[in-house]
């Protein structure tokens, strides 16, 4: 079975040059290849998460080079579990995103691009949460952050290249303190692996400890968003195509969070920095949701419920007991699939009113009634309401606050009930402005183009007071036939609204919905084995003992 564990990372590596050399001429072959790629990833992953449960963590040296030399791939119960999550995730997106691009019938070059960028993120999320080593953690990273910046600026937009240019920099500065702490990790203990830096980090001063526990926190706090390290992601995610969007907000994000827990947990246990995160969790949930209360366009929103509800899962981390910690992991797999079927669900309804500016469009209850469902259930699970898999996780965070009794924990505890009610909110002033309320005389009708190529956008005078990417992008009607659909195509190029949805991005999203509830309906099995996985992650030994065979 440990051979199975680099193949998440191998396949769609492998599949990346199959689809560079299909190109456009087989387009077909080329979306086969990697439906058929991320299915095969998704059952590996469903394999390896079986496996690590039952007979307990895999590894793997690759090349059979022990470390501190080898490359060290790990698959326990944690990796298992979001391994499985993401690689549903990736693939339902992946879905959606073959119907956007039928749907708009892109022949561009642009689009040909995508599915191997597409293939290399997933590799390079694959490989972070195998990882075994900082080295290895860090090259997952810079996979990611290639992968990124091609799926960001597809179709080379103005907003989109500012935009990536920014997600680029702030992912830049984060590598290079990555580096840097690696070095003098390397250089205080001689070793990069974890299961040795497990045993040799506890040797060293206190000081050298909490200094490169630090920089290892701070570099995962920017990958996942954490305030005051956030001010990036809300500029940077609502640009890019609806798909590209939903997997960035899913995954991106918490393969800092997993980065957290597993550092953390294996390598500076104790809790030494653990007030320190707690604060950070309250300042992101109560800032997040403040951000998103006041916005208007939903993707904007939506980033920044994203940026509070990191703060429940680091609140998990800070607390660093088997509750909190089991929590959390339940928490991470339940907003991974939320929050990206919410940004798929935006991209439905930009597709089928024309925008995201809340202002801006209105009656798509009556509209489109499987577009409210597909809005109102995740939207609900996001806000906590029972019994919901959102309930859970929330209720299993503050249940491990109450349990600790200090301060921090009373006041996260008070944060994430009050943070839940906002959220609810914001759920329901969406609700009422898009769905409920009837449509406004301003709402473009099916058939009217809204977004115009980029050459032409840059000739356009948007006033002194314009936020590039904000979502206040004023309407561009000009004459076109009915029938292509949304303003944010993979290309950017020139489009129209449509009354109905393309099947493909439609079903893509409902099993995104499916997965979300599907959390709910088998609570029972997916909390205990959270709280094994938690286990685990205290024991550290099981871990150890894997890798190094002693």
Not at 44 to 66: C, K, Y
Not at 213 to 221: G, N
Not at 461 to 489: F, K, M, Q, W, Y
């Amino acid at each position: 079975m440990n051979a199975l564990v680099p193949l998440p990372v191998l396949l769609p590596l492998c599949a990346t040059g199959l689809s560079l050399a299909v190109g456009t001429r087989l387009k077909q072959i080329q979306r086969l290849v990697s439906v058929a790629v991320l299915t095969a990833v998704l059952g590996l992953s469903l394999t390896l998460m079986i496996v690590a449960d039952t007979r307990g963590p895999l590894s793997v040296n690759l090349g059979d080079f022990a470390p501190p030399l080898g490359i060290t791939l790990v698959a326990d119960r944690l990796s298992g579990l979001m391994l499985t999550v993401s690689s549903a995730i990736t693939l339902c997106v992946l879905v959606y995103s073959l119907g956007q691009g039928m749907a708009d019938r892109d022949e561009e070059t642009p689009v040909a691009v995508f599915h191997p960028a597409y293939l290399i993120l997933v590799a390079g999320v694959s490989c972070t949460f195998l990882a075994g080593d900082l080295v290895n953690l860090y090259v997952g990273f810079e996979i990611m952050l290639v992968a990124s910046f091609v799926l960001l600026t597809l179709g080379g937009t103005g907003p989109r290249i500012r935009a990536g240019s920014t997600y680029v920099i702030i992912s830049l500065f984060s590598s290079m303190l990555f580096l840097t702490a690696i070095a003098m990790t390397y250089a205080a203990t001689g070793t990069a692996n974890f299961a040795q830096l497990a045993g040799r980090l506890a040797a060293l001063p206190l000081g050298v400890q909490t200094l490169i526990q630090a920089m290892l926190l701070t570099v995962f706090a920017i990958k996942a968003a954490v305030f005051p390290l956030a001010a990036w992601l809300p500029d940077s995610y609502p640009t890019a195509p609806a798909p590209v969007t939903a997997v960035f907000a899913g995954l991106l994000t918490k393969v800092g969070v997993y980065s957290m827990l597993r550092t953390e947990t294996l390598l500076f246990p104790g809790n030494r920095l653990g007030d320190l995160l707690m604060a950070a969790a309250l300042a992101s949930m109560v800032v997040g949701i403040l951000g998103a209360v006041a916005q208007t366009d939903l993707k904007r929103l939506l980033s920044f419920t994203l940026i509070s509800h990191i703060g429940y899962m680091v609140f998990g981390i800070g607390l660093a007991t088997r509750d909190a910690y089991g929590g959390a992991i339940v928490y991470v797999a339940h907003h991974i699939t939320v929050q990206t079927t919410l940004f798929l669900v935006a991209g439905l309804i930009e597709r089928r009113g024309g925008t995201n500016e809340l202002t801006r469009i209105g009656g798509l209850a009556k509209a489109s009634p499987l577009l409210a469902v597909l809005f109102f259930v995740p939207a609900m699970n996001l806000a906590g309401i029972p019994p919901l898999s959102g309930f859970i996780g929330k209720l299993g965070l503050m249940r491990a606050g109450v349990a600790d009794g200090s301060v921090w924990a009373w006041l996260l505890v008070t944060g994430s009930a009050v943070t839940s009610l906002f959220t609810l909110y914001v759920m329901a002033k969406v609700w009422n402005l898009a769905f409920w309320r009837a449509a406004p005389p301003g709402q473009a009708a099916a058939g009217a183009v809204l977004e115009s190529d980029s050459e032409e956008d840059d000739d356009i005078d948007e006033g002194p007071d314009h936020i590039p990417g904000s979502g206040d992008e004023p309407v561009r009607p000009r004459h076109e036939p009915a029938g292509l659909a949304v303003a944010a195509t993979l290309h950017g190029h020139a489009v129209t609204t449509t009354t109905k949805l393309p099947l493909p991005m439609t079903a893509a999203t409902a099993a995104a919905v499916v997965l979300g509830l599907a959390f709910t309906v088998f609570a029972g099995p997916l909390t205990s084995y959270t709280d094994r996985a938690a286990a685990e992650l205290l024991a550290r030994t099981p871990y150890t003992e894997a890798v190094l065979g002693r």
